[in-house]
């Protein structure tokens, strides 16, 4: 996605405003409070509408409406869309009916919702259009606001809730909030389902009690008086000793279940010694193979230059750019020889004219010729007029013939007056007449003689001037290429001398060892490299030989403990064993005694059935004892559903929401290797400092390391804070680049990036930029040293609670 135009109107702080975005790296400046934000809200409300935005702080406080237009391009193809804001006397809402998208088909008017929809449909963005929800893809593939992040990286529940949120997996977390919030549930209805079946022993005692009330309807009978009596008390004794062999039952029952427990107890602790025995030996073959590999990482030596790594890479860079100027310079030289070569198979002999010589030649031809065309002018005009005159005296003459013919055929009379005339007269006219054609006559072969000898003069004129248009033509085809000849010669020296030059950097230097530059610089890099790489992997098995160290320590003070826990338990065990053996045979003797109380009972009740007093007590009684067998048949039935429900509670707390959790853990831990090896890349990029570095541990939090001691966070720099927010948020556009198709290398927004940067810090950025790639970038600062690495510049300023936009000329 790119952004085209935006236009704001009644848009928090601006009246109305249209801003152009160009392609390239784009800075928006202004003074906090200018209104720059209000831009990339503009732009996240235009494409998904409020969000968690209020509409009240977006609607400039005096306008009763407002709208947003934007402009993008996806994929080459052009849409617009508008959102509008309405005040209303229940508050600010968005107007569905003047929101609308404008795509190559037309407009198409939708409703906020539908609009949204529309949007991440055209973005290509996997994600659900809840009306409330802010857009994941964009707020972390395309725009992050700095503060929010430096929030987000102070809150570690925030930090995993946005890790979750960004890579779309905040289902498992979502599922074991419902998974819990549904067992607190099902606790409660447990406890309300306990209620209903915790009166059995009373139904039963009712029961009891309605059956001894219908022996004593029957105590009218003496006989069955006596009886009952009898019954009673036999009943009395053989409940009490009922009682008290129950009471032993439940001991029992009671010693034998932690009998199970501190069996279950010596096993568990037997297998977990067993369990560590095991890690021992596992750890002793990690410990040999470290130092097997540390013997062979120390014989590793650190190169005898004094130079580091970035020193040695601008070196290579350095000669690397001298040789490609060479190949490039040699290049244009073998291109100036064939052009030399072709111009002087052209031009042959010529090619050692003197071009000055030559332009003077051409430039007296040129002279000659021009006064040459000036006397053919003269003479064409001469001709022209020597023309005219032999027409004029031809026509005289053949009047004047005409005329003598007329005299010789009109006889005595006059040709004009027609009176006669005498034969002298006529003679006399005639002869008149004669002579003056004899002298038109001589005149008209001169006239004559004058044009034929112009009319050769003019072709010999013309003859020369094309003589001189051809020899111009000839030199003017030659000097160009004289002219190329001698730039390009001069061209070619200029490039020898500028390859000799340049080749000095490659003789022979006793610095590389009689290599070439690049070659021994590459060599010496590779070398300072795994030089570097080998004191890592010494400082990681030293870790870990202390890690397994201490490991070892920790699990014999366990194998211990357990051992002393295992002995004081099988003496515990021994002890119950004992208390058990006075128990023999008291499930016998209980249900003898059950047997023998439950025939005392069938006895009191047959004799009470048989004597009731009264027929209507006696069903009265009996109907008492049928309700109450229904209330515990009911009650049953809530204990079976209690029994049903407490196995649903139990799953979901033992087994459900442990693996929700689990199954998250390893999709964060999937996520995590990639998150950081591009956190410590952008980091590494930002932060120059060769004594610290930074990682993200399991719970995707930022981890500073200072010559070997954690640092915590907010213990840092402002600066050092900003860089750490910037690469964790960087890491999260590039993951999340990667991620959706559509925003690969188009549209990123960095909102404040360098706030708290240092001027060197500040110097960094223009790196970043480089790396990003991205075919168009918007910054939004206060950081006027940002000017140098953007491609354009747009001012913000407030006058008069109105913000405005300019651009700037670089």
């Known amino acids: 996605m790119l952004l085209n135009s935006l236009i704001l109107e009644n848009i928090r702080s601006y009246t109305h405003e249209e801003i152009v975005f160009p392609r390239g790296i784009s800075l928006f400046e202004g003074d906090i409070g200018s209104g720059k934000s209000t831009i990339l809200m503009a732009i996240e409300f235009a494409l998904f509408g409020l969000g968690s935005q209020k509409a009240e702080s977006l609607l400039a406080k005096k306008s009763e409406s407002g709208f947003v237009i934007l402009e993008f391009s996806v994929d080459g193809d052009k849409y617009e869309i508008k959102r509008t804001l309405r005040r209303k006397s229940i508050g600010v809402n968005q107007d569905p009916k003047n929101s609308w998208i404008k795509t190559g ?34 707020r972390y593939a395309i725009f992050t606001p700095q503060e929010a992040m430096k929030e987000v990286l102070g809150d570690s529940k925030k930090r995993l809730g946005t890790i979750r949120k960004a890579f779309g997996i905040e289902d498992y977390s979502i599922a074991e909030a419902n998974a819990r919030e549904i067992a607190s549930e099902l606790r409660i209805q447990l406890a309300v389902m306990q209620q209903k079946f915790s009166n059995i022993a009373d139904l039963e005692s009712l029961i009891a009690e309605s059956q001894r009330l219908t022996i004593l309807i029957n105590s009218d009978i003496a006989k069955s008086q006596a009886q009952r009596k ?9 409940n009490a000793a009922l009682k008290e062999l129950q009471a032993k039952n439940t001991e029992k029952t009671r010693l034998e279940s932690k009998r199970e427990n501190i069996k279950e107890k010596i096993d568990s602790a037997k297998s977990r010694i067993k369990n560590i025995e095991e890690e021992f030996v596992d750890s002793e073959i990690e410990l040999k193979q470290n130092n097997v590999r540390l013997e062979k990482l120390v014989e590793v030596k650190k190169p005898s ?19 490609n100027d060479l190949i490039k310079l040699g290049s244009e030289k073998e291109s100036l020889s064939n052009d030399l070569s072709r111009l002087k198979k052209t031009l042959g002999d010529k090619i050692n004219s003197d071009l000055q010589s030559m332009e003077n030649t051409m430039r007296d031809l040129e002279n000659e010729k021009k006064s040459l065309e000036r006397f053919y002018e003269e003479l064409d005009k001469n001709l022209t007029s020597v023309n005219e005159q032999k027409i004029q005296k031809q026509t005289l003459l053949n009047s004047l013939q005409k005329e003598i013919s007329e005299f010789a055929n009109l006889g005595n009379a006059c040709p004009t007056c027609k009176q006669e005339i005498t034969a002298k007269h006529h003679h006399d006219l005639v002869d008149t007449k004669k002579k003056l054609v004899d002298t038109i006559s001589k005149e008209l072969k001169s006239i004559i003689d004058s044009f034929f000898d112009s009319q050769s003069k003019s072709s010999e004129l013309q003859s020369k001037i094309e003589s001189y248009n051809a020899e111009i033509l000839q030199i003017q085809k030659i000097l160009p290429g004289i002219e190329e000849h001698a730039e390009k010669s001069l061209h070619l020296s200029q490039i020898e001398a500028r390859i000799a030059n340049l080749a000095k950097n490659f003789q022979d230097l006793p610095e590389f060892g009689g290599k070439n530059p690049i070659k021994f610089l590459t060599e010496l890099k590779d070398k300072l490299v795994e030089y570097d790489n080998v004191k890592e992997q010494i400082n990681q098995i030293i870790d870990a030989k202390n890690k397994v160290e ?30 058990l053996k006075s128990f023999e045979n008291l499930d016998k003797l209980v249900h003898d005694k059950e047997n023998e109380l439950e025939s005392i009972r069938k006895e009191i009740n047959r004799v009470s059935g048989v004597l009731s007093a009264s027929a209507e007590k006696l069903a009265n009684e009996q109907s008492k004892i049928e309700q109450n067998q229904k209330n515990i048949t009911e009650s049953k039935k809530w204990a079976t559903k209690f029994n049903r429900v407490s196995q649903y509670k139990e799953w979901l707390e033992a087994f459900f929401i442990p693996a929700i959790a689990q199954i998250e853990k390893q999709v964060l831990l999937s996520i995590l290797q990639n998150f950081n090896e591009t956190y410590r890349r952008w980091y590494s990029i930002l932060v120059e400092d060769p004594t610290k570095e930074s990682r993200i541990d399991e719970n995707f939090t930022p981890i500073v390391n200072q010559d070997g001691y954690e640092q915590e966070v907010g213990f840092l720099s402002g600066g050092e804070k900003t860089s750490i927010a910037l690469a964790y948020r960087l890491t999260l556009n590039s993951l999340m680049r990667k991620e959706t198709e ?33 075919e168009q970038i918007i910054l939004v600062s206060h950081e006027k040293e940002l000017e140098t690495y953007v491609d354009n510049i747009f001012q913000i300023s407030k006058l008069d609670g109105v913000s405005k936009v300019s651009r700037l000329a670089i």
């Open 230 to 238: 009898d019954f009673e008390e036999k009943e009395k004794i053989q």
């Open 550 to 579: 201490k490991f070892i320590a920790k699990s014999q003070v366990e194998v211990e403990n357990l051992e002393k826990e295992i002995t004081q338990q099988e003496q515990e065990l021994k002890q119950i064993q004992l208390q």
């Open 305 to 323: 230059s004094t130079k580091s790594i970035s020193e040695v890479t601008l070196e290579i860079k350095k000669y690397q750019e001298l040789h």
């Open 742 to 774: 559509s925003m690969k290398s188009n549209l990123l927004i960095l909102d404040e990036p360098t706030d708290g940067f240092s001027k060197n810090q500040l110097g960094k950025i223009r790196e970043v930029l480089d790396e990003l790639k991205s």
């Open 105 to 138: 088909d037309g407009i198409e008017p939708l409703s906020p919702s539908e609009l949204k929809q529309r949007v991440l449909q055209i973005l290509k963005f996997n994600e659900p259009a809840e009306p409330t929800a802010e857009s994941r893809i964009f």
